[in-house]
Every structure is written in structure tokens, then in C-alpha cells.
């Protein structure tokens, strides 16, 4: 099982963005997906996820600037990013829960799966 984080790189402030995860090894269709970040000197954090339900969580911080999104017959899920700002630099990674519920899913340890991450600076 693996999950492809793609697609960042370095973009202006106010500039937009869409990163890409691609899974293979099995169907996530049933799992809850889910997108956290990583900055210089701090700790992982929650940014969003996407329920098997087709409901959608996100962090205060990105509320109504990102979005998330998932083709389960692609096997990829998406962040698209707008309005980025310079707080939003960081390492961006992908995972994959099977048993992950709705009170748990901003946690990284409620995630089975990750992929290995990619970059997103923002220059202001």
C-alpha cells in the first residue's frame, strides 16, 4: 500500500495551488483520507480531511480557502489551496485510515497510511 504525495512547489501569496495524492495497493474507497502539514520546528498538524461519507472537515486555519477532495475511481485525492499565505509553507503529507471516526480524524495517529510528503512554499 502506498500513497503518492504530488505537486507542490513554490508560489507567491494569494497565488493558488492543487496537490495530489495518488494511492495504490488497494481501493480507499471506505477509508476516510485525510491531508496534515508539517512547518520548520513544529509539530504535525491537522489541515483537512475527507470522510467516506462524502463529508468534509478542515481546520480553522484553512476553512474557506482549501478544499478537499477525493476520486475514488482514480484512487487520488486533492487539496486544492487558494489564497495561500506564507503560514501555509510547509511539508504537506497524505494518509489513509481504516478505522478512523469522526472524533479522531484530526489526529496523525488515527491514520494507517502516509505517504512521504510534499513541499508548498509560500513567498510573501
Known amino acids: 500500500v502506498q500513497l503518492q504525495a504530488s505537486g507542490g512547489g513554490l508560489v507567491q501569496a494569494g497565488d493558488s495551488l492543487r496537490i495530489s495524492c495518488a494511492a495504490s495497493?488497494?481501493?480507499?474507497?471506505?477509508?476516510?483520507m485525510g491531508w496534515f502539514r508539517q512547518a520548520p520546528d513544529k509539530e504535525r498538524e491537522f489541515v483537512a480531511a475527507?470522510?467516506?461519507?462524502?463529508?468534509?472537515y478542515y481546520a480553522d486555519s484553512v476553512k474557506g480557502r482549501f478544499t478537499i477532495s477525493r476520486d475514488n475511481a482514480k484512487n487520488t485525492m486533492y487539496l486544492q489551496m487558494n489564497s495561500l499565505n506564507p503560514e501555509d509553507t510547509a511539508v504537506y503529507y497524505c494518509?489513509?485510515?481504516?478505522?478512523?471516526?469522526?472524533?479522531?480524524?484530526?489526529?496523525?495517529?488515527?491514520?494507517?497510511?502516509w505517504g512521504q510528503g510534499t513541499l508548498v512554499t509560500v513567498s510573501s
Open positions: 494518509a489513509a485510515g481504516s478505522s478512523v471516526i469522526a472524533s479522531t480524524l484530526r489526529l496523525a495517529k488515527s491514520y494507517n497510511y
Open positions: 475527507s470522510h467516506w461519507s462524502s463529508r468534509e
Open positions: 495497493g488497494r481501493t480507499f474507497i471506505s477509508y476516510v
